[in-house]
T-cell receptor, first 115, second 109 residues
């Protein structure tokens, strides 16, 4: 098991609520990622970070925001949740390589349902 | 459009048989990786093959990479019921990984 944690594992909330999905890792990795995955579908990168105070948008446009104040912590926030945000959200981390992309370690995911 | 595309979409085999899964991609890559995902869980890294490598082994896993055909295959030998999962290929380029839709493997006891 990788040392990367996500809370909550499951979340059911009403439309319009503000939510924060937590992700933390104890491996000291500089790079962290958020992916969105619908059932039976591929992962879409929505945010990533190269390190503290670095955040970048991914390939899939998302209304969520992220912050990276500490190396080990990479929370994702939705200011006003909508049913279209219903999905599984996966957090991952990796070491930085000089060339190429290293293996990523994934958390167990947060399954979000917005009613 | 997605970079990695797996084939077949679903595969059902008997325990003890070999499972072969294929992945094709479109653009140049630094490496290609295979991941496994059990239902409702995060992904687990299986194996990474670099663009200058042609074949790699890890336990019961064998992965090949043909950069001229832009394709890779993952072979799981002597499959077990515990191998039942979804398998994703991911191409590494430009400091990011791009995942395919995945292959659902069912291993019948």
């Amino acid at each position: 098991e990788a040392d990367i944690y996500q809370t909550p594992r499951y979340l059911v909330i009403g439309t319009g609520k503000k939510i924060t999905l937590e992700c933390s890792q104890t491996m000291g990795h500089d790079k962290m990622y958020w992916y969105q995955q619908d059932p039976g579908m591929e992962l879409h990168l929505i945010h990533y970070s190269y390190g503290v105070n670095s955040t970048e948008k991914g390939d899939l446009s998302s209304e969520s925001t992220v912050s990276r104040i500490r190396t080990e912590h990479f929370p994702l926030t939705l200011e006003s949740a909508r049913p279209s945000h219903t999905s599984q959200y996966l957090c991952a981390s990796s070491e930085v390589l000089v060339i190429g992309e290293n293996e990523q370690f994934f958390g167990p995911g947060t399954r979000l349902t917005v009613l | 459009s997605q970079q990695g595309e797996e084939d077949p979409q679903a595969l059902s085999i008997q325990e003890g048989e070999n499972a072969t899964m294929n992945c094709s991609y479109k653009t140049s890559i630094n490496n290609l990786q295979w991941y496994r995902q059990n239902s409702g869980r995060g992904l687990v890294h299986l194996i990474l093959i670099r663009s200058n490598e042609r074949e790699k082994h890890s336990g019961r896993l064998r992965v090949t990479l043909d950069t001229s055909k832009k394709s890779s295959s993952l072979l799981i030998t002597a499959s077990r019921a515990a191998d039942t999962a979804s398998y994703f290929c991911a191409t590494g380029a430009n400091s990011k990984l791009t995942f395919g839709k995945g292959i659902t493997l069912s291993v019948r006891p």
